[in-house]
T-cell receptor, first 108, second 113 residues
């Protein structure tokens, strides 16, 4: 069961790029890395998933080094609406474990 | 519209009074799970189900039961609720085992007094 560690909080300003790093030293060979976003009083929402190297979609990029012991979620040009909690998730098969989450606050 | 629904959204009850929180998805998903969310602890998995009649414990199963008699429904049962089960509960589903793109319900806020 992989345990993940993320910064508790981060602050940024509109228009900046934000990078949130997640540590998962015990990730198993067949585990994927997934990131979710959660707004207050709502369920988490899938952002991006990857196994190794780099993955990019319309919302974010995910960077995973060769040893896969960490991953970095990159949000380009954040806006106020990106203020949320971001969770790093790893898991093998069916048992999924969320990280503690990073509270991102974006200001003007 | 593809969605996961939960009922009730809010519930206040007393210790020991059995309750059920329903969860239903209309996406024909195989995999469903329940989480609880508490301040400072993030999301913790309670139970999950890989398909009809197949369920297994997550990280915090004590005090909870689940059943999966139909593919679309995955109710969470608290036989004898206690105050430490006061929490925000989320149901989620995903298209196939091994996919981590989960669709979450709107949440059920439970208070046990």
């Amino acid at each position: 069961l992989a345990k993940t560690t993320q910064p508790i909080s981060m602050d940024s300003y509109e228009g900046q790029e934000v990078n949130i790093t997640c540590s998962h030293n015990n990730i198993a060979t067949n585990d994927y890395i997934t990131w979710y976003q959660q707004f207050p009083s709502q369920g988490p929402r899938f952002i991006i998933q990857g196994y190794k190297t780099k993955v990019t979609n319309e919302v974010a990029s995910l960077f995973i080094p060769a040893d896969r012991k960490s991953s970095t979620l990159s949000l380009p040009r954040v806006s106020l609406s990106d203020t949320a909690v971001y969770y790093c998730l790893t898991g093998g098969g069916n048992k999924l474990t969320f990280g503690t989450g990073t509270q991102l606050k974006v200001e003007l | 519209e593809a969605q996961v629904t939960q009922n009730p959204r809010y519930l206040i009850t007393v210790t020991g009074k059995k309750l059920t929180v329903t969860c239903s998805q209309n996406m024909n998903h195989e995999y469903m799970s329940w989480y609880r969310q508490d301040p400072g602890l993030g999301l913790r998995q309670i139970y999950y189900s890989m398909n009809v009649e197949v369920t297994d414990k997550g990280d915090v199963p004590e005090g909870y039961k689940v059943s999966r008699k139909e593919k679309r429904n995955f109710p969470l049962i608290l036989e004898s609720p206690s105050p430490n089960q006061t929490s925000l509960y989320f149901c989620a589903s995903t298209g196939f085992v091994g996919s981590y793109e989960q669709y979450f319900g709107p949440g059920t806020r439970l208070t046990v007094t």
